[in-house]
């Protein structure tokens, strides 16, 4: 058997691959209609400027300058408050990746100092006196333990596949984590036995027989499932405690007394067709004998056992077969009776949570308005913010995300950043927040950051409140009307803020305004606005786009002659869409888009997830409605040039949409060129530094080419 992917309602919006999992480089494959070299557009100099050498260091942010970057994640705060653990990623030039080293602050002075290179996931023993981590010394992740007061470090596992989901037991004695166990998988024929002794045969024949049997990022999925190990924490056998044909994902959860590890998983002979589906069950770790504690239907995950041992916290939702939900907090007992919601009426979608020390409240990671925040909810349903400013949820685009952690006495550790800052570590304590790291000192002190204003206005097609940031041409003067590029989120059940992003300071340093805009559809304004295209999509999405593209030009910002559109996975959806609507865009780029509903439900890495819950039907049943949602429709309209742009090994989004709408596109003479970038997944599309500012050189490129629009020839009439 396979691995499967796990799915949410967020099906496109992925982050960069974790550095273990990137992809190797693979041979250039970009095919044109026409000659495009990814070349940055320069940004716009001042007449003392030109014809004369620069004499300073480039103040606008240059492609070169990814590989300066570094942002923080995962950071771990001690029970006691005084360390806080981190991951520093940042970007090696001569590996052209990005890279991961742990670092330890200390919260008094703010003074830092390096733990260990190579190595992620760091999380502190119950007293504080060990961090344990996975690292790739040596070539593949094992488990490592470091004794913080002598900074001994000793490696505890020499597992054939990457550990995850690591969980100190209450004691400290034991580790528990969880594995892919691989098996055979299944087998059908074999070659002639008379092969000669030397003889150069083919390789033998790969059989699959799951649903989904590849996954972006992962690509053919490796026969076995992943189950849940325990292994001593100064070393010994790691031990096996799940067995069967299921995925026993984590977290993992310890309950008080050492015995008992909770976890979710969909046990059920179905889990393959139910891509939503789990629950939370107890593993009684002397017998290995499993209790289910739940049993609705719908996602029960993350469970987190109190402080006080009496209660499970854990997030999920009821599954109506729609294609967004917010994800809602909950508490059970420890024997799963009692189960209610907490907060029931917050309108929001829960993404991560911690007890407080008294277990009388949690804390909860969640997107308002575009903006990640922490709110600390009690068990009377009373809600308040803790901290604000998180970010991290990506370099390349604005989107919200961070994490966060809690010490015992409340001071809270947390990723947070702004539009000129990618995510720093800061700490929150009694309401007031400070910035403990400084990751890219060198170049905030040289470089001018394009400006990020917040803007709203009223969809076209019933009013609803549409909110967007648009960034600003670095020295933008006030009244100066310049080209304006719409940048278009993917998910689509995700959302753009007022976050650092890479692709946005580039298009700004060319001296384009950028356009980040959310749409109904988009999290963080509620439940019912995310809703808004269920079975809908793409739709009434489109008049609010371009509402808001209006409202940049009526702030006299946009230029409404010099208009450009992109976007990515959802984004590029709604790319293709938009050019088969209107010809007010004087070219775009559409980035890994889907284009085909038939071929996206049957071809992606989500089968048992798209035709049942984006489309409520599978195309057999529903051809129509697959059509009609599908941009390939449209393109018998479309006069706009368009790039297409795609990761060589996207599974999510899989290359042949890309080639579809490339060829349809070729077939109605429409200008169009298409773009692989090589060895790149869907959400890996951005990982690697240079393929990163190249995509983005390449996509200046083609508007830099267009800027003046183009029209067909009136010999050149187009193939019906």
């Known amino acids: 058997m396979r691995k499967t992917a796990l799915f949410s309602a967020t099906i496109f919006a992925f982050a960069a691959q974790p550095l273990w999992a990137q992809q190797e480089e693979a041979p250039d494959t970009a095919l044109a209609s026409e000659p495009v070299t990814a070349t940055p ?247 290995g004998t499993i209790a289910t504690l739940t049993d609705r239907n719908g996602p029960d995950a993350s469970p987190l056992v109190s402080p006080d041992g009496g209660k499970i916290a854990y997030l999920g939702f009821d599954d109506a077969g729609r294609a967004y939900e917010n994800t809602n907090l909950y508490v059970m007992n420890r024997d799963g009776s009692g189960r209610r919601a907490i907060a029931e009426n917050w309108d929001y979608s829960v993404d991560a949570i911690q007890w407080a020390a008294d277990s009388r409240a949690l804390y909860a990671q969640y997107d308002d308005h575009g903006e990640t925040k922490v709110a600390r909810i009690g068990l009377d349903g009373a809600v308040r913010d803790v901290a604000k400013g998180l970010s991290g949820g990506g370099m390349d685009r604005p989107y919200t995300g961070g994490s966060f952690t809690v010490s015992d006495g409340g001071a809270i550790a947390f990723t947070g950043g702004t539009w000129a800052r990618p995510a720093e570590v800061q700490l929150a304590r ?107 999509y793409p739709g009434n999405d489109y008049y609010d786009l371009i509402s808001i593209v209006d409202r940049s030009i009526a702030l006299g910002i946009a230029d409404p002659d010099a208009l450009f559109v992109t976007g990515g996975s959802g984004g590029g959806v709604l790319t293709s869409w938009i050019v088969g609507k209107t010809n ?74 890309s080639e579809q709408y490339y060829t349809a596109l070729r077939l109605r003479g429409v200008p169009t060129a298409l773009v692989k970038v090589p060895g790149a997944s869907h959400g890996g599309i951005a990982a690697r530094p240079s393929q990163s500012a190249a995509k983005a050189s390449a996509i200046l490129a083609w508007f830099e080419k267009y800027k003046k629009g183009w029209t067909r020839p009136a010999t050149d009439a187009p193939t019906k």
């Open 41 to 287: 557009t320069p940004a716009p100099m001042s007449a003392s400027a030109v014809g004369s050498a620069r004499t300073g260091p480039e103040r606008r942010l240059t492609g070169a300058d990814l590989f300066d970057l570094s942002i923080a994640s995962d950071p771990q705060i001690a029970s006691d408050g005084r360390h806080i653990a981190y991951v520093r990623r940042s970007n090696d030039i001569m590996t052209d990746r990005a890279v991961s080293s742990i670092w330890l602050i200390d919260t008094a002075t703010g003074a830092e100092t390096p733990v260990v290179g190579g190595a992620f996931a760091p999380r502190w023993s119950p007293d504080g006196k060990r961090l344990a981590y996975v690292s790739t010394d040596g070539g593949s992740a094992q488990l490592w333990v470091r004794w913080m007061d002598g900074g001994e470090a000793v490696r505890l596992t020499g597992l054939p596949t990457s550990p995850s989901s690591l969980a100190w037991s209450p004691d400290g004695r034991s580790i528990a984590y969880t594995m892919l166990v691989k098996d055979e998988g299944p087998k059908f024929g074999s070659a002639p036995a008379n092969k000669p002794e030397g003889a150069k045969w083919a390789d033998p024949l790969e059989v699959r027989d799951l649903l989904t049997y590849r996954a972006d990022g992962q690509g053919y999925l490796e026969p076995g499932f992943e189950k849940i190990f325990l292994v001593p924490a100064t070393g010994g056998a790691p031990r096996q405690l799940t067995f069967g044909p299921y995925h026993d994902g984590g977290p993992l959860s310890w309950s008080r007394d050492g015995r008992t590890l909770y976890f979710s998983a969909n046990r059920r002979p179905d889990w393959e067709s139910d891509p939503v589906e789990s629950e939370i069950h107890a593993l009684d770790i002397a017998s």
């Open 430 to 536: 009694g309401g007031e927040s400070r910035i403990l790291t400084d990751l890219n000192r060198s170049l905030r002190e040289v470089k001018s950051f394009g400006e990020v204003r917040k803007i709203t206005t009223a969809s076209s097609h019933d009013g609803k409140t549409i909110e967007g940031w648009l960034t600003l041409p670095p020295g933008h003067v006030e009244g100066q009307r310049v080209p304006l590029i719409l940048e278009i989120h993917g998910g689509p059940f995700t959302a753009y803020g007022p976050h650092f992003s890479t692709d946005n300071q580039l298009y700004a340093a060319a001296g384009y305004a950028v356009l980040s805009a959310n749409p109904r559809g988009s999290t963080s304004y509620g439940e019912a606005f995310a809703q808004e295209i269920d079975k809908a």
């Open 584 to 657: 007010r865009f004087k070219a775009a780029v559409t980035q890994k888009p889907v284009i085909n509903w038939t071929t996206q439900a049957l071809t992606a890495d989500g089968p048992a997830f798209f035709g049942r819950y984006w489309l409520g039907a599978q195309p057999w049943e529903k051809p129509e409605l697959y059509w009609s949602l599908s941009p390939l429709s449209l393109v018998g309209q479309v006069e706009t040039p368009t790039m297409v742009v795609v990761g060589a090994e996207d599974y999510r989004t899989p290359v042949s949409e």
